[in-house]
């Protein structure tokens, strides 16, 4: 099985002057479960090369077991030294698609032409895919086969206003993923800030927030496992 991984390449936190980029927990979490699972995995991103890590991830409080073992894995460092375009990938290759959050991708991928077109193409091939936490603001321009908009009359979770809030972002992201989701038409399903929940809806599995990560890749492999007992 083949997995492809698209992370953010925007490190600026607004005009606070702080950096940001993607949540550590939730690339090194569905990294393992992927990993674990014997897929063969591929990390890319909108700028290529080595992606900016959200410095806040990897403070003592939120470091994982996972964070830990992705630090001293050296495949998995290497990979991430060295993803490859956005530009450059394609759906064709890869047996599904999985998007890691963290702040960054409010700012490039939620508006960045090719990761759209690239999960239009999923969509189309009739292959699930995974995303969590902010970047289900990725979904913002994404269209299905029929034209209509991805997530129009779907149910999704991602990032809450309240989770938002409590982290003192509101007035500085471009815009909170949990209005505009309601916004495009889709139902928006959350629970407790911080607690794990993930929503499969049709190709469609979104978690919430960086704890949701890990489960939202379990539920990516299995889609993926159904799939395939579907095809055989």
Known sequence: MKVLMVITSHDQLGNTGRKTGFWLEELAA???????SGAEITLASPKGG?????????????????????????TAEAQLDKTLRLDSVKQEDFD???YPGGHGPMWDLADDKNSVKL?????????????????TGAL??????????LVEGKEVTGFTN?????????KIVP????DEML???ATFSKTANWTPHVVKDGLLITGQNPHSSGPAAKALLAALSQKAKSAA
Do not use: Q
């Open 30 to 36: 569905p990294y393992f479960v992927f990993k674990d």
């Open 50 to 74: 080595r992606p900016p890590l959200d410095p806040k991830s990897n403070e003592p409080e939120f470091r994982t077991d996972l964070t830990v073992r992705f630090e001293n894995d050296a």
């Open 96 to 98: 599904t698609v999985f």
């Open 119 to 135: 999960i239009e193409s999923f969509i189309a091939a009739g292959k699930p895919i995974g995303i969590v936490c902010h970047s």
């Open 140 to 149: 913002r321009h994404v269209k299905a086969p029929n034209g209509k908009l």
């Open 162 to 170: 309240g989770e938002e809030e409590e982290v003192g972002l509101t």
């Open 175 to 178: 815009f909170l993923v949990e």
């Open 183 to 185: 916004k495009l038409g």
